[in-house]
């Protein structure tokens, strides 16, 4: 855990010039400012200024009118010491994740930071804390200028096999590299490997406290472009950047543990995780707005894709929206797999609001059904299908009276002006200028 002075003496001694103060906005993009070293004493304190109107900009960067985000009214980006990491990929800059704040210090209602910290506070008020982390799928490739001047297109790596050992002797180096950035920036880990569409790659790290995973998710996203650039490569985390290839997800793992005891509760309470599914299911229409939050997300999310497409849930199926994971050996935990979920999402609106779904169905004892044990598309009209596309999702969030309360109206008004705006712009143009839109932000 980092102070500020930590921070000041630590980008002293490795001559880092530039900080960057990174967060997420309503978009998913992530975005930022940095300061130089020789004001980061003073920006540690005092945070550096930002109009409200960029909490209103989405992914094409169209600035929506929504009130009390135009050109009037300020906030700061200010900055979480403990999470300060250099970065090898960028020789000279390190960053911190940070929050949005008012000018005297206090919480923004638009916070998206702020909003997973309200939901792992409810859960401490209930004796609970979570641990979670995000399992990223990415397409490793090259960035091809269109023919005649057209959009520019992703080409993969290379067309190996799922999980083929060509892929992994093709993707090696960079792979190599990857982990020893992640490392080095203290994100642990866990496996790797070649996924089952041309260039596309699957590398996951350890889970960690609420908040911290999704910081992680941040850091992960920007570690996996950036260590691409540096290679002369393009690293997309799209959902779906390739059309006619497997679309990259996101799946959100989740464990609930006894604060004082620090015992994972899905192991020993088969009740309590039920509750909590059926909470995640009651809420997964409108949760889908936000873990599958774009245009694009609706491309992968879709039936016999291995992308989860029902809202159902069932021990080790992988068409279900939520799988119950069997433990790992026989000291392993119990975990459960949000499957509908990928990276162009907001990872803090993403998991604080996965968090009250799932603490709603543990206050309402909500039954979430039998487990399916079938891909649940075999059976046509038997199970709940996810919306289809944004704006049914976004419908669907409208409609949750517990989401858009927890979001809050500032926070909730803002993020549906951003995605519907997002939804109408992708409705008039082609295919083509969705694909690139993605794969060049994501």
């Given amino acids: 855990m980092r102070d500020r002075q930590s921070v000041i003496e630590r980008a ?3 001559g880092v010039e530039l900080v960057r103060f990174l967060y997420a906005d309503h978009g998913g993009v992530i975005r930022g400012k940095a300061a130089s070293r020789t004001r980061l004493a003073e ?10 109107a960029m909490m209103a900009m989405n992914m094409l960067d169209q600035l929506q009118e929504v009130e009390h985000f135009g050109p009037v009214g300020e906030v700061r980006i200010m900055p979480d010491p403990s999470t300060f990491v250099l970065l090898p990929y960028s020789p000279g800059a390190a960053a911190m994740v940070s929050d949005l704040v008012q000018l005297d210090g206090s919480a923004w209602d638009a916070c998206p930071r702020t909003f997973l910290k309200e939901a792992v506070a ?7 804390a979570l641990e979670a982390a995000f399992e990223p799928e990415f397409t490793l490739g090259h960035r091809v200028a269109g023919p005649e001047g057209g959009l520019d297109t992703l080409v993969p790596l290379d067309d190996s096999l799922c999980y083929s050992t060509i892929g992994f002797d093709l993707a090696h180096d960079y792979a190599i590299k990857l982990v020893r950035t992640l490392e080095a920036q203290g994100l642990r880990v866990e496996h790797y490997h070649p996924e089952l569409g041309h260039g ?10 609420a908040l911290r995973a999704a910081d992680n998710q941040i850091l992960y996203r920007e570690t996996v472009r950036g260590v691409a650039l540096r290679m002369s490569m393009w690293a997309s985390l799209a ?14 793992h989740l464990s609930l543990w006894d604060r004082e005891r620090h015992a994972n509760l899905f192991d020993g309470d088969p009740g309590l995780m039920n509750a909590f599914v059926g909470g995640l299911l009651a809420h997964l229409p409108a949760l889908t707005a936000l873990t599958c939050g774009t245009v694009n997300s609706f491309r992968r999310l879709a039936p016999r894709m291995w992308s989860s497409a029902y809202a159902v849930h069932g021990p080790d199926n992988r068409e279900a929206a939520v799988r119950i994971c069997s433990p790992l050996g026989q000291t392993g935990s119990v975990n459960l797999e949000l499957k509908p979920s990928d990276s162009s999402a907001n990872p803090y609106l993403s998991l604080g609001a996965v968090i009250h779904a799932g603490l709603d169905g543990i206050r309402r004892g909500l039954d979430p059904g039998e487990p399916v044990l079938i891909d649940p598309d075999t059976r046509p ?5 996810l919306p289809s596309s944004l704006d049914e999702a976004l419908d669907a969030l409208e409609a949750d009276s517990l989401l858009m309360a927890a979001l809050g109206p500032l926070r909730g008004g803002a993020y549906l002006a951003v995605k519907r705006s997002e939804a109408a712009a992708f409705k008039e143009r082609d295919a083509a200028f969705e694909l690139f839109h993605h794969l060049r932000v994501f």
């Fill in 12 to 14: 002293e001694i490795e």
């Fill in 381 to 385: 009209g038997a199970y709940p299908r």
């Fill in 43 to 52: 920006r540690l304190s005092s945070g550096i200024g930002h109009t409200v």
């Fill in 122 to 128: 409810a859960l401490e008020a209930e004796g609970y």
């Fill in 200 to 209: 596309q790659q699957e590398l996951s790290i350890r889970h960690a406290p």
């Fill in 239 to 252: 959902p779906k950047p390739i059309a006619d290839q497997a679309g990259n997800g996101a799946h959100l």
